[in-house]
């Protein structure tokens, strides 16, 4: 599976969007982009996962470039219980695990 | 529908000691994973299983762990015995067999402190 580099923090004032990249310079054809959040003292939780195209649930949209190496996370309208660790995690379609990296702490601030 | 399922949600022991932890995942969800996750650190696997049979448990410490899954249902992990560097959140998630991409469903986790 490919690798990922996530930025370790990053802040994001309350009822403004919160864009949170990933690169995955090595993603494979077959890869798919999964995003997962960590709230504290909680498991992960599953938000979005896409193949090429963009997608978009009610939790947050998922925007991959056309290349692949790289995708945000978007949450449109962050709240103070959007604070949590979020993963971005790279598998094959036939994957059956995740590999989580270290994440990017991500804090909603009022 | 419930989710997973797991207990206890705290545990401590002291080293040497043997523990079990216990995960029920969300009603026919035949794939059930064990992780682990230190401080800081995202969630490591540890087992998978596919409905009763262990298809990937090459990163569980076997020397000290064992896992089961008894009619493909509920699952038990256990520690025997425990050191200090055992302590972190175990998690217990699940997800539907043979569907190419979807999602993992996770419990809150059992955090263990080993004195």
């Known amino acids: 599976d490919a690798k990922t580099t996530q930025p370790p923090s990053m802040d994001c004032a309350e009822g403004r969007a919160a864009n949170l990249p990933c690169n995955h310079s090595?993603?494979?054809?077959?890869?798919?982009v999964y995003w997962y959040r960590q709230i504290h003292s909680q498991g992960p939780q599953y938000i979005i996962h896409?193949?090429?195209n963009n997608e978009t649930n009610e939790m947050a949209s998922l925007i991959i470039t056309e290349d692949r190496k790289s995708s945000t996370l978007i949450l449109p309208h962050a709240t103070l219980r959007d604070t949590a660790v979020y993963y971005c995690i790279v598998i094959r379609g036939s994957a059956r695990q995740l590999t989580f990296g270290s994440g990017t702490q991500l804090t909603v601030l009022p | 529908e419930a989710g997973v399922v797991q207990s206890p949600r705290y545990k401590i022991i002291e080293k040497k000691q043997p523990v079990a932890f216990w995960c029920n995942p969300i009603s026919g969800h035949n794939t059930l994973y064990w992780y682990r996750q230190n401080l800081g650190q995202g969630p490591e696997l540890l087992i998978r299983y596919e409905n009763e049979e262990a298809v990937d448990d090459s990163q569980l410490p076997k020397d000290r762990f064992s896992a089961e899954r008894l009619k493909g249902v509920d699952s038990t992990l256990k520690i025997q015995p425990a050191e200090l560097g055992d302590s972190a959140v175990y998690l217990c998630?699940?997800?539907?067999?043979?569907?190419?991409?979807?999602?993992?469903?996770f419990g809150q986790g059992t955090r263990l402190t080993v004195v």
């Open positions: 090595t993603i494979s054809g077959n890869e798919y």
């Open positions: 998630a699940c997800s539907l067999s043979g569907m190419v991409d979807t999602e993992a469903f």
């Open positions: 896409g193949l090429k």
